[in-house]
């Protein structure tokens, strides 16, 4: 499950992306300043941090800086309503990975935080974890306790994405979406088909079930949900 940490005074807005983000599987922390968020990003470990610029105790801009001068790594991404080429640079210059201009639809806004996310997981050298299960993305090899999984290139990027969303439930949308990419791959049972040949290939001996249906909803790699 990837964590985020929005930095927002808008009470409407933060619980409208608290409550869409959650129901897309992230779990969320929230701040309403630049104090208090300063505070959370040093406190709570987070996959990314949403950022306002205009806050009631200050500029964005100056905790982004801040936090980039105490060598924050993990990925930012500037949402504002400055929307000159001149505050774009600025912020990007200042250290942020992307900048989205308000008001934005949530659906761009859930393609940004994928395409940054699957960045940050490329820079890292490609490779994916769960416990005993292990995908290298540069060689197109996955183990499970150290014995190769024999997958076809689907069941690969089926795999891929679920160890990206890891922890988290994945609708049978998403996947037609993001694995797929077409949304009639709902309208038939290619997917469960596809789901359940990785489930099988994943039991190798002496090992815990890893990928678990969750009625109604999807499927979800990792802790039994």
Do not use: C
């Not at 936090?67 to 912020?91: C, N």
């Not at 997981?121 to 190769?148: F, I, M, P, Y």
């Not at 002496?206 to 990928?211: A, G, K, M």
Request: no cysteine.
């Amino acid at each position: 499950m990837s964590r985020l940490i929005i930095v927002e005074d808008q009470p409407a807005l933060v619980a409208s992306l608290k409550r869409g983000l959650e129901e897309e599987g992230f779990e969320v922390l929230t701040a309403s300043s630049g104090r208090e968020g300063y505070k959370l990003i040093k406190k709570e470990p987070a996959d990314l941090v949403m950022l306002d610029l205009m806050l009631p105790d200050g500029d964005g801009i100056d905790l982004l800086q801040r936090i980039r001068d105490e060598d924050y790594q993990r990925p930012v991404l500037v949402i504002t309503a400055k929307d000159s080429i001149e505050d774009r640079i600025i912020g990007l210059d200042s250290g942020a990975d992307d900048y989205l201009i308000k008001p934005f639809d949530f659906n761009e806004l859930l393609a940004r935080l994928r395409a940054i996310l699957r960045r940050t997981t490329s820079h890292s050298g490609g490779k994916l974890r769960h416990e005993d299960l292990e995908l290298d993305s540069l060689s197109r090899v996955a183990t499970r306790k150290g014995q190769s999984l024999n997958l076809t290139m689907r069941q690969f990027e089926l795999l891929e994405y679920l160890l990206q969303n890891k922890n988290r439930v994945v609708t049978r949308e998403a996947i037609a979406r993001d694995v797929w990419k077409s949304a009639t791959a709902t309208w038939t049972n290619v997917i469960e088909v596809q789901i359940n040949q990785l489930r099988k290939k994943l039991a190798v001996p002496q090992s815990e079930p890893i990928l678990h249906t969750v009625r109604g909803r999807g499927y979800q790699l990792g802790d039994e949900p």
